[in-house]
C-alpha cells in the first residue's frame, strides 16, 4: 500500500490510443493515482520525462511499441530516471520474456487482460518496491 496520504504519479505508454485511453480512465478512477501525462512510444515518454522537473513514480508500458519499444525503453529509463518504477503491460505471456525483463530492472508484469484490481494491486506493489509477475496460464 502506498505511504499515508500520498498519490502515485503515473505515465502511461502505449502505441494503441483507445487502449491507452481506456486505462488512463480506469486509472484516474482509483483514488490514490493521478496520470500525469502518457505517451504513444518510448521515445516519447522519455521526451515527456525530460521536460518534467517532478517525474512519475511509475511507468505502466506496453512492451510492443514502434520507435522505442518497451524494453529499450526499460534500458534508457535504468539509466536516466533509476528512481522510477516501470510495469510493463502486454499480451505475451512467455515466462522467459518476463525474466529478461526482471533481469532489465523491470518492477512488474500484466497481461493486457488483467482485472483493474490486479492492474491496481500491481501499481501500488511496484510504486511500494515490491516486485509484480503476472501469473501465466
Known amino acids: 500500500m502506498t ?3 500520498s498519490r502515485i504519479r ?19 478512477g ?3 493515482m493521478d496520470v500525469i501525462f502518457e505517451a504513444s512510444d518510448g521515445q516519447e515518454l522519455l521526451e515527456s520525462l525530460d521536460a ?4 512519475p513514480n511509475v511507468v505502466l508500458m506496453d512492451l510492443q511499441m514502434p ?6 525503453t526499460t534500458r534508457l529509463l535504468r539509466v536516466q530516471y533509476p528512481q522510477v518504477r ?6 505475451h505471456d512467455e515466462p522467459e520474456l518476463m525474466e529478461q525483463l526482471r533481469l ?13 484490481d490486479e492492474v491496481r494491486g500491481a501499481i501500488e506493489a511496484a ?3 515490491e516486485p509484480y509477475y503476472a501469473r501465466l496460464s
Open 104 to 116: 532489465e530492472g523491470v518492477h512488474g508484469y500484466l497481461l493486457k487482460n488483467a482485472n483493474p
Open 3 to 5: 505511504s499515508t496520504g
Open 10 to 28: 503515473l505515465a502511461l505508454a502505449d502505441d494503441h490510443l483507445l487502449f491507452r485511453k481506456g486505462l488512463r480512465a480506469l486509472l484516474g
Open 86 to 91: 516501470i510495469v510493463i503491460i502486454s499480451m
Open 52 to 55: 518534467l522537473s517532478n517525474p
Open 30 to 32: 482509483f483514488d490514490n
Open 127 to 129: 510504486h511500494s518496491d
Open 67 to 72: 520507435v522505442l519499444d518497451g524494453l529499450q
